[in-house]
C-alpha cells in the first residue's frame, strides 16, 4: 500500500526548496505533545462496540477505513468528513481524525487485537511536515500524536507505514469497502465484505447512552438555529436572495458553535417547498409566503439532528396554509404515538399517510376514498406526498442505510432506535387538482425521536409544532 505524505503533495506553483532551507528545517524544533490530553468520554462506548463487532467476526482480519480526501477542483479538497462506521468504532471528534487512517481487527486466538493505523504527519523529519500543502503541518495543522491518539480515545495507534507488515500476511481478510479506493484496490474481495458493511451499519442501529446524549446536543444545536433564522426574516424579507439570508444565519450558527451541519440545509421558500430537497436557496423569502426549512447540526462527535418547521415567513399564517398544516400535524401526531418498542418501523409511515389520506379526501381531491388510497396497490395520495415519513437518524442523516430490510424497514422498534417522523404535503403551483389557494405550499414537520421503554420521547419537543405556538413563538423573538 502506498500512503501521501512522504513524497509532500505540492502544486506547479509552489516554490522550490534550496539545500540550506532543506538542512534548516531538520533542526531546533522543541518538543510539542500534550501532557493535558485526558480520556474522552466515548472511549469506554466506543470500546464496546469494537468488542461486539470482534465477536460478530472471529478469526477474520477486519480493515475499517476512515477515508480520503474527495477533490473539489484541482488541488482543492472538500472538508475531510470520516466514514460513519469508522466514527462508531473509534468515537473520535471531527478534528482529531487524520485522513487514510485505517482501523485493523487482527484476529487472535481469543478475539482480536484492534490497532489505529496513522499517517505520521507530525514527523519532522519528512519534508511533508512543511511541504505538503494536503497534509503537512505547517499547512493543515498539527494532529494528534500516536501517544496521544492512544491517552484520548484509549486505543492502540500505530504508524500507518506498519500496516502492511500486517496486511501482507495471508488470513482472510474483510474490509468494509466504498470509502478508501486504495484500500479496496490493494486488498481481494473476500464474500463475505458485505457482510461486515451491514453489520457495521445495524451496529448503530440501537444508540447507547452516549449516542443519546450527543443526539440531544445536536437537536439544541439545532433548536439554537431555527431561533435565529427566525430572528433573521425581517432581513431575509427585504432581501432579493431571502433564503440565501436563512441559509447562511443557519450555518453561522453552527460554525460559531463549534459544529457542522449533517446535510445541506434546505429554505425553502414558497413553492420551492414543493421542491423536496431545495438545496439551491437561492430564492426571494416572500411576506405572505411560508418557509420550509430543513436543517441539522452535527456537532463534534458527528451526530447529527434533522429537524424541519414550515414557518410563515411574517409571522402569521394563512387560512389555507393552517388548514394544510394542520393535516400534516395531524399525520405526524399520529405517527409519533405509533413510535413504542416493539411496534412495526412501518406502523409509523401508515399512521402518517392515513391521516394525510383522509385530510386530502376531505378537501376534496383524491378520486377514491381515503381508505381505498391508503391500499398499499393504490396509493394516489401520495401524489401529494411521496416521501417516506422517516427514516433512522444518527451518525448519519440517513442512519444504518446499509441495514437488512428486516432489521429496519421491516423490521421492528427498539429501545434505543432514534428516527425521524417527517411526513409532508406538497401541492405544486402548477397542481390543476387542488383550488388555487392551496397551489404552492409544502408543508413539512420533522422531528427526531428517541424509542423508550415507555414508547417515546420527542427530542426536539421545544420547538414550537402547532400553528398558534409558532405565532407565538416567532412573535416573541420579534419583538
Ligand atoms: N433532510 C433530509 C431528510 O429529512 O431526510
Ligand atoms: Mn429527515
Ligand atoms: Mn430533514
Given at each position: ?66 477515508g ?55 514527523d ?43 496486511i ?52 439544541q ?6 431561533a ?10 427585504a ?12 450555518y ?18 414558497g ?61 405526524q ?26 385530510g ?16 398499499p ?7 401529494w ?36 417522523v417527517?411526513?409532508?404535503?406538497y ?14 405550499i ?38
Open positions: 500500500m502506498t500512503f501521501d505524505g512522504e513524497k509532500p503533495v505540492t502544486t506547479s506553483y509552489d516554490l522550490p526548496v534550496t539545500e540550506p532551507l532543506r538542512a534548516l528545517m531538520r533542526r531546533g524544533w522543541g518538543e510539542r505533545e500534550s501532557e493535558i490530553i485526558t480520556a474522552h468520554e466515548s472511549a469506554p462506548w466506543s470500546a464496546s462496540r469494537r468488542a461486539s463487532v470482534s465477536a460478530r467476526f472471529p478469526g477474520k482480519r477486519l480493515l475499517i477505513p476512515a480520503r480526501f474527495k477533490v473539489r477542483n484541482n488541488d482543492c479538497d472538500y472538508t475531510f468528513r470520516a466514514n460513519s462506521a469508522f466514527i462508531h468504532l473509534t468515537g473520535m471528534v471531527a478534528g482529531d481524525i487524520v485522513p487514510e487512517s485505517i482501523l485493523l481487527f487482527e484476529p487472535t486466538p481469543t478475539g482480536h487485537e484492534v490497532a489505529l493505523f496513522v499517517h505520521p504527519k507530525n519532522r523529519n519528512l519534508e511533508s511536515f512543511y511541504r505538503d500543502r494536503r497534509h503537512g503541518e505547517f499547512w493543515v495543522g498539527r494532529y494528534l500524536s500516536l501517544a496521544e491518539i492512544k491517552k484520548k480515545y484509549q486505543i492502540n495507534a500505530r504508524n500507518i507505514r506498519e500496516l502492511d507488515e500486517f501482507l500476511s495471508k488470513k482472510e481478510t474483510l474490509v468494509h469497502r466504498g470509502e478508501d479506493p486504495d484500500l479496496d484496490n490493494n486488498i481481494p474481495a473476500h464474500e463475505k465484505d458485505g457482510e461486515l458493511t451491514v453489520a457495521l451499519s445495524e451496529l448503530r442501529l440501537k444508540k447507547d447512552e452516549f449516542e443519546i446524549g450527543e443526539m440531544r446536543k445536536a437537536v444545536a439545532t433548536i439554537r438555529g431555527f435565529d433564522v427566525v430572528k433573521s426574516l425581517p432581513e431575509a424579507m432581501h432579493p436572495r431571502g433564503e440565501r439570508v436563512i441559509d447562511g444565519t443557519f453561522k450558527r453552527a460554525r460559531t458553535d463549534g459544529n457542522e451541519l449533517g446535510y445541506n440545509t434546505i429554505a425553502a421558500a413553492a420551492h417547498a414543493c421542491v423536496l430537497h431545495w438545496i439551491r436557496n437561492d430564492g426571494p423569502a416572500l411576506s405572505g409566503d411560508l418557509l420550509l426549512l430543513d436543517a441539522g447540526v452535527e456537532v463534534e462527535s458527528h451526530y447529527t439532528a434533522d429537524i424541519t418547521r414550515t414557518l410563515p415567513i411574517n409571522g402569521k399564517f394563512t387560512a389555507a396554509q393552517r388548514t394544510i398544516y394542520e393535516i400534516v400535524l395531524t399525520a401526531e399520529a405517527g409519533i404515538r405509533a413510535v413504542k418498542p416493539g411496534a412495526k418501523y412501518r406502523d409509523i409511515n401508515n399512521a402518517c399517510m392515513k391521516v394525510l389520506a383522509e386530502l379526501s376531505r378537501i376534496g381531491v383524491l378520486p377514491v376514498s381515503a381508505e381505498e388510497s391508503i391500499d396497490n393504490v396509493g394516489v395520495h401520495r401524489r406526498s411521496v416521501h417516506a415519513s422517516g427514516h433512522m437518524l444518527g451518525i448519519d442523516v440517513h442512519d444504518c442505510a446499509k441495514a437488512r430490510g428486516e432489521q429496519y424497514l421491516d423490521g421492528e422498534l427498539a429501545v434505543g432506535h432514534v428516527l425521524t417527517e411526513p409532508g404535503l401541492i405544486q403551483p402548477d397542481d390543476l387538482l387542488f383550488p388555487e389557494e392551496f397551489r404552492g409544502g408543508i413539512r414537520i420533522e422531528d427526531d425521536v428517541l424509542v423508550t421503554e415507555d414508547g417515546v420521547e420527542v427530542l426536539s419537543r421545544e420547538l414550537p409544532r402547532d400553528p398558534d405556538s409558532i405565532e407565538s413563538w416567532m412573535a416573541s423573538l420579534l419583538q
